[in-house]
């Protein structure tokens, strides 16, 4: 970790940063965050993360302050700070500290910090020898698009898949597939790529916004529509996207082996375009 962080628009050294125990979002999850990957010294789609953090901001009645842009110009200089050229950015806001209560008092000011950190490695088997999931019932709440920090449900289903010997768990609402735990999933079907709908039960994420014109980029057809799980187990691929390795191929699913069992090569053209893109070749 980078021996700096912002905390409240101050730079501050991180050992002996501290928020207030009384935190709305240490008490009530009332907090929402955003992690974005920086790549050669630059945050990749830094744009479309501000955007997305802001909107989650707004959803949970959070006004940040002095504003995104400013927010933006800190964080760069934080990077700047840190000497590093491929890290890690974390951004969390909450709604501000006060005595304990449900309801939310009025004109508080929220906490807000960020941290840069080194970028972890991708694993290589990842890639050469795809992941395996299972499913789990999505008993998540009905706003998944706000990005907020209550994610017991995905801590809990990601400890699931783990204990059954698997690398993921993908969430299945009304027999269809929502996404994974922390990354939106993808099957092909006859050349075809399908994920699910913009909805509030999914994370609009930024890596499948861009694998998706990507894709569009490279001629592979695609829809977002429902996957009925009963289908996943029966399609040529699947995979999941996310900001932390970018295209990811799941080869089994609930013991279920997909396609030959082996990465396909819809994922490998989306997983190396993903790549071009973020290092700027």
Not at 120 to 132: A, D, F
Not at 148 to 166: D, F, H, I, S, Y
Not at 180 to 192: L, Q
Not at 236 to 265: H, L, Y
Request: aromatic share 8%; net charge neutral; proline share 7%.
């Amino acid at each position: 970790m980078s021996p700096e962080m912002l905390l409240n628009g101050q730079f501050v050294p991180y050992e002996t940063a501290t928020v207030a125990v009384d935190d709305r979002g240490f008490q009530f999850a009332e907090s929402v965050y955003e992690l974005m990957y920086c790549y050669r010294g630059r945050p990749f789609e830094m744009d479309r993360h501000m955007r997305r953090f802001s909107n989650s901001a707004e959803a949970i009645g959070l006004t940040l302050e002095p504003g995104i842009d400013v927010l933006k110009s800190q964080i760069e200089e934080l990077l700047k700070r840190s000497g590093l050229q491929e890290a890690v950015i974390y951004i969390q806001a909450t709604t501000g500290a006060a005595p304990r209560a449900h309801l939310r008092p009025a004109g508080l000011k929220p906490t807000v910090i960020v941290t840069v950190g080194p970028k972890p490695p991708i694993p290589e088997r990842w890639r050469n020898q795809g992941l395996t999931a299972i499913t789990v019932p999505d008993e998540r709440w009905a706003r998944c698009y706000v990005k907020t920090t209550m994610l017991l449900p995905n801590t809990m289903a990601r400890k699931k898949a783990v204990e059954a010997g698997c690398d993921d768990a993908i969430f299945v609402r009304d027999g269809f597939v929502t996404e994974a735990t922390a990354a939106n999933a993808f099957a092909v079907f006859n050349g075809e790529l399908r994920t699910a709908a913009k909805s509030n039960y999914i994370l609009h994420g930024v890596t499948r916004e861009v694998v998706l014109e990507l894709a569009a980029q490279l001629g592979i057809p695609s829809v977002e529509g429902p996957i009925p799980v009963d289908r996943l187990y029966t399609a040529d691929e699947v995979f999941i996207t996310g900001t932390t390795f970018g295209v990811a191929p799941i080869v089994s699913v609930d013991g279920k082996t997909i396609g030959d069992g082996r990465p396909g090569p819809v994922a490998a053209r989306l997983h190396d375009a993903y790549w071009r893109k973020a290092l700027g070749d």
